[in-house]
């Protein structure tokens, strides 16, 4: 489903300069797998979500090869890609407080993506929107489909951003720290959440975390980075189990005693499938 090859991003700066951040970069993903991409901040993993999704900035420039059901998203006009966000792609941005509208309800702006792209009456946009806030397992989804963002937990915002991302049905969703500043109770039903949309709806998930405890818990294969640079690959029990780079080895050392033990406790697998 989807081909990254050779991905390499600059960004100029004040001066002209290019400055390389993303240095070659190469994965496939197929139909229905999750692939994790961990690494600490400034490793690269958001800036090529970014690019996948044909959102870097005006200062960056990209070069290799995206490729989505054989097409290059690096050569696809800003018009072309309109027509892919949200229906073929959908994307969890970091902070959904930010990310969410607080001017609209929650429910609106689910329904605003139905109504735009697949032309659903006010009336069965909401409808729609009401079985997606039930399906991410939003409380009393009937009251709070007319919230505002404000008036939401943090993990609730989350599964608001959730909805949003599945609303179109896509078939690759992106998500980019989904569980940032979310406690661990939170973090586990939000991941377990996405797990259980993957076996679903049949799509394909990118899982960016600094956690390797989080990547553990539902991906598939694992891509380490570090400052752009792909330091190894594979499958994710084989990456925490027998770490092939020093890199790695010293994540996993860093992380807390509790994280280890969850980590022993699922071998370094996904608890379902």
């Not at 073929?88 to 609209?104: C, R, V």
């Not at 259980?196 to 956690?211: F, K, Q, R, Y």
């Not at 189990?241 to 022993?264: C, I, N, V």
Request: proline share 4%.
């Amino acid at each position: 489903m989807l081909s990254i090859k050779d991905l390499r991003v600059s960004f100029q700066q004040s001066t002209g300069a290019l400055t390389e951040v993303v240095h070659g970069i190469s994965l496939d993903l197929d139909r229905g797998e999750t692939l994790g991409i961990v690494g600490e901040s400034g490793s690269g993993k958001s800036v090529l979500s970014l690019a996948t999704m044909g959102l870097l900035p005006r200062t960056a420039q990209a070069s290799g090869q995206i490729l989505f059901e054989g097409q290059d998203l690096l050569k696809a006009p800003e018009k072309q890609m309109c027509g892919l966000r949200g229906r073929k792609i959908g994307m969890i941005f970091q902070e959904p407080m930010s990310a969410l509208n607080p001017a609209m309800t929650v429910g609106a702006q689910i329904a605003e993506g139905l109504r735009l792209h697949n032309g659903l009456s006010k009336s069965d946009a909401r409808a729609e929107t009401l079985r997606l806030l039930e399906m991410v397992q939003i409380p009393n989804a009937a009251q709070r489909i007319d919230s505002y963002p404000h008036e939401m937990s943090g993990g609730q915002r989350q599964r608001v951003g959730i909805a949003i991302a599945i609303a179109l049905k896509p078939d690759l969703l992106i998500a980019d720290e989904p569980t940032t500043a979310l406690d661990v109770t939170v973090q586990a039903e939000i991941l377990d959440i996405l797990d259980d949309l993957v076996a679903e709806l049949g799509i394909s998930l990118i899982l960016i975390s600094h956690d390797l405890g989080v990547i553990a818990r539902i991906a598939d294969r694992t891509l380490v980075m570090y400052r752009g640079d792909e330091m190894e690959h594979g499958d994710t029990e084989q990456v925490l189990r027998h770490p092939r780079h020093d890199y790695t080895r010293k994540l996993l050392a860093a992380m807390p005693r509790r994280a280890l033990k969850s980590l022993d406790q699922t071998g370094g697998e996904k608890p379902h499938a």
